[in-house]
């Protein structure tokens, strides 16, 4: 089966989006019950520190991927076309012929 590049492509800004948010809500929440439970100001410290782990997060994906596309790429050109070919072609071969 292969691929969609449009998918691929969805879902990773999904993802980016998905572990940059994560981090500032949870570190939001926190800061939130902590400041309601002792009645400290510790709200701003902790979003910042979900934004700075958001960030990190981001760019450990983005780092992976464009290793992953310079994998892709050094894949010489004739390899591609002969695995392209292969897995255009039908099978026409029956698994149980009929007899």
């Not at 993802?15 to 926190?30: D, E, H, K, R």
């Not at 390899?79 to 072609?89: C, G, L, P, S």
Request: charged share 30%; proline share 5%.
């Amino acid at each position: 089966m292969k691929k969609s590049r449009v998918a691929e492509n969805l879902f990773l800004v999904l993802q980016l989006g998905i572990s940059m948010m994560v981090p500032i809500l949870l570190c939001t929440a926190a800061g939130y019950f902590i400041d309601k439970k002792f009645g400290t100001h510790s709200m701003i410290p902790l979003i910042i520190l979900g934004v700075l782990s958001g960030c990190v997060s981001v760019w450990t994906l983005v780092k992976k991927e464009l290793i992953a596309a310079k994998k892709k790429e050094d894949i010489p050109e004739w390899q591609k076309k002969a695995f392209a070919e292969e897995a255009a072609e039908p099978d026409d071969e029956d698994e149980f012929p009929d007899d």
